[in-house]
């Protein structure tokens, strides 16, 4: 007999009361830039950003949404109808198993939201990536989704923002997949076309087919510090060119200093940011 299990555990649950609060099992987070144990409530109270080193951890699209948009508030536009699983793709699991897997954990179709709203009063069409569906990688339902938004900042006259969070092609979708890149680069010509302002906020990560295409061709370029943005892995990059990449490669820092992103914002200040650049350019 374990007196321990048996008897003491019953004995406490007892004096406790047959009520017991649910504790949640992740009241701490790890950071994963400095690795300090970060309290869930004060992460939260903090926009999910490190009060050590500054690292913003990702969040989801709703949450992003929530802050972006006047007061949190904003309606979702559907997404067009795709076919689902045109390959028929199997690795260790059906492609349509995994679709159904996190179309019930995130609640979402797939990893593309589409959302309308004001930002500093002016009118705003916002097509994000949820990085928590399939890691955000985009297929033909993501295509659909920045296609699906520059034609409605086109049709309401506003101003189109993507704010990828990606890992790149979705593998199980094959070239169907790749054809997105020059797909989402003409939805980025329609609003150059209408005269619209075409902002970008990367997020960590931004890379693959999503980085190589409409992410890298916003009039302004918009990233989060410390963001992972680039096309290949640091790796693979270096055991292709057998050399050392420089400290911070491929961070919102790095791309800053040479040219390739215009302003790094605090996730607390992107809401203010945005509402002053909009301000000017939309006069």
């Not at 993507?162 to 989402?184: D, F, K, N, V, Y």
């Not at 605090?266 to 809401?271: G, I, N, P, T, V």
Request: charge should be positive; glycine fraction near 8%.
């Amino acid at each position: 007999m374990n007196w321990l299990t048996d008897y003491v555990r019953p004995k406490l649950k007892e004096l406790m009361g047959k009520e017991k609060k649910d504790v949640p099992d992740n009241l701490w987070h790890k950071c994963p830039g400095c690795e300090q144990m970060l309290y869930h409530r004060e992460l939260v109270e903090n926009l999910s950003v490190c009060q050590y080193c500054n690292h913003h951890l990702r969040i989801s699209v709703k949450k992003r949404l929530e802050l972006l948009f006047d007061g949190g508030n904003y309606k979702e536009i559907p997404l067009g109808k795709v076919v689902q699983d045109p390959l028929k793709f199997k690795d260790t699991k059906k492609y349509a198993d995994r679709l159904k897997t996190y179309r019930d954990k995130t609640k979402r179709e797939d990893a593309m939201t589409v959302a309308v709203g004001t930002i500093g009063g002016k009118k705003v069409v916002i097509s994000a990536f949820d990085f928590g569906f399939m890691g955000g990688s985009m297929g033909m339902a993501v295509g659909e989704g920045i296609l699906k938004g520059a034609e409605e900042a086109v049709r309401s006259k506003a101003a189109f923002i993507t704010i990828p969070a990606s890992g790149g092609a979705r593998m199980q979708e094959a070239i169907l997949s790749l054809m997105q890149m020059p797909r989402t680069t003409i939805a980025v010509q329609m609003i150059r076309e209408a005269k619209l302002p075409y902002i970008v906020l990367l997020t960590d990560p931004t890379t693959g087919g999503v980085s190589a295409s409409f992410a890298m061709l916003g009039d302004i370029a918009i990233a989060e510090p410390k963001a992972t943005i680039g096309f290949a892995g640091k790796r693979v990059i270096e055991e292709t060119i057998r050399e050392k990449l420089p400290e911070g490669f491929q961070t919102s820092e790095y791309l800053l200093d040479h040219g390739m992103v215009d302003l790094i914002v605090e996730r607390k200040d992107l809401h203010s940011s945005l509402s002053k650049l909009l301000s000017h350019i939309l006069k």
